[in-house]
């Protein structure tokens, strides 16, 4: 398996190469920009992008997606929900001082239990929205990890002041659909360290299990 999380784009959000070692095929999930380095890294591994998936919408999580997608022909994905975001990113990259993405529209949408296959691997899209509307985690069962974008932090949770934002609904998913995986998960979030299921559940100060 191909497992591959570094920090990329100009807010370091974590963008993830997940794939199958035999067929050298992986998504890339959250470009968020470097994408010079993100190229010089893929091909260190000989990999071949098959697809571009994205937690949610925002800037941070999808700045290099257009220029991947070009020079890859890679096909976007993305949840519905969020589709105005990824859409009006230049004006969510203003609020952050940071130069316009270009454009490119998403191809597929993202749902709840949707299984997504790259070679031999799969993960599963879990709904996660409260963050964004439109946000969505993503399971790799076979490896014991979790990859929450900005839903869930170590010791922390997403902004829900956004456009889009409700705490309520971030409480509900990360209680109900995050909290309830095994505890022993590995949680890569959109940003900073990875924890575990098991160590928010008892010590996250905003949502306790
Ligand atoms: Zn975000
Ligand atoms: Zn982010």
Do not use: Q, W
Not at 134 to 153: H, K, N, Q, R, W
């Amino acid at each position: 398996m191909i497992l591959d999380v570094f920090p990329a784009g100009p807010l370091g959000a974590n963008c993830v190469f997940f794939g199958d070692d035999a067929s050298k095929e992986v998504f890339v999930i959250d470009p968020g920009g470097d994408i010079p380095m993100i190229f010089a890294r893929l091909a260190k591994l000989g990999a071949k992008v098959i697809g571009i998936l994205h937690t949610h919408g925002h800037i941070d999580h999808m700045g290099g997606s257009a220029e991947l997608t070009e020079t890859t022909g890679a096909p976007l994905y993305l949840h519905r929900e969020d589709r105005a975001l990824f859409d009006n990113a230049g004006a969510h990259a203003m609020m952050f001082g940071l130069p316009p993405p270009k454009r490119r529209a998403i191809d597929h949408d993202l749902r709840d239990h949707d299984i997504l296959t790259v070679g031999t691997e799969s993960l599963t899209v879990i709904h996660t929205p409260g963050h964004s509307r439109g946000g969505v985690s993503f399971y790799i069962e076979s490896a014991d990890t979790l990859l929450c974008g900005d839903t869930l932090f170590a010791g922390g949770v997403g902004r829900t002041d956004l456009p889009g934002g409700d705490f309520n609904a971030l409480a509900n998913s990360i209680r109900d659909r995050l909290y309830t995986l095994p505890g022993h998960t590995t949680v890569i979030p959109g940003h900073g360290p990875k924890t575990t299921v098991d160590r928010e559940k008892r010590n996250n100060p905003f949502v306790r299990g």
